[in-house]
């Protein structure tokens, strides 16, 4: 039976995605991303569930897969679409479909690429559905930003830069703790406190600028090791 327990996890992600984007299509932006954040919780549970139970599997490696494509690949999609929708040409709001395309493609990167067991190669797609998640909490929480965001450029340019991310050759850490020690998870404890900090300062405006951090901590970590490798 334990062996299941992470593959129901899983599919409680998956129930999240459909939620979701039954709620993004009504309009309902700020429930959708709601369900974006539930699905990472159930996508951090089933790891740690399996880890717990020894419970691994070919199949909860493909589910998951599975599961993030319909939460954090079709989902976004449909809130980029929604926000496009609001502007002229309609037909242009089909471009937000362009980060779902490009998640497809990172999570079939993903399962082929043995590279990325304790870190990854390009953005996973929990950082870019969460991106695209803020701007709704943004907008509701600050007004002032509703006609910079809801513009196409800078939908568009969101877009463009998220999926570029997904499969670009870039190394990012894992938040994974293998241990505690301050030698081995530097880099991890200060991006958790930078990302507090941020977060209580600028609320939902903060994610933003968090998840270019991450990227920007990942890049300049790369580089401070390949200097010492050399």
């Not at 082929?112 to 907008?139: K, Y």
């Not at 991006?191 to 600028?209: D, E, G, N, R, T």
Request: aromatic share 14%.
């Amino acid at each position: 039976m334990k062996q299941h327990i992470p593959n129901m996890i899983t599919c409680g992600n998956v129930l999240c995605g459909c939620v979701g984007i039954v709620a993004a299509s009504q309009g309902k932006l700020i429930e959708a991303v709601y369900f974006i954040l539930a699905g990472m919780v159930f996508d951090f549970a089933d790891g740690l569930a399996a880890r717990l139970l020894r419970a691994y599997s070919d199949i909860g490696k493909q589910l998951d897969s599975l599961a993030d494509m319909v939460t954090f690949g079709v989902l976004p999609g449909m809130v980029l679409f929604q926000l496009l929708a609001q502007n002229e040409p309609k037909w242009a709001a089909y471009g937000g479909f362009l980060l779902t395309i490009f998640s497809a493609l990172r999570l079939a990167k993903f399962n082929i690429d043995t590279r990325q067991t304790d870190s990854f190669i390009g953005l996973p797609t929990p950082s870019a559905a969460l991106f695209v998640g803020s701007l709704p909490l943004i907008i509701h929480q600050q007004p002032a930003y509703k006609t910079f965001i809801e513009q196409p450029v800078t939908l568009f340019a969101v877009t463009i830069f998220l999926s570029f991310l997904l499969v670009a050759e870039l190394p990012l850490f894992s938040l994974k703790f293998k241990n505690f020690g301050w030698a081995d998870n530097k880099i991890r404890y200060i991006f958790m406190f930078l990302s507090v900090l941020l977060f209580v300062l600028f609320k939902f405006l903060a994610i933003p600028f968090i998840l270019l951090m991450y990227v920007l901590l990942s890049f300049l970590s790369s580089v401070t090791k390949a200097k010492v490798k050399a």
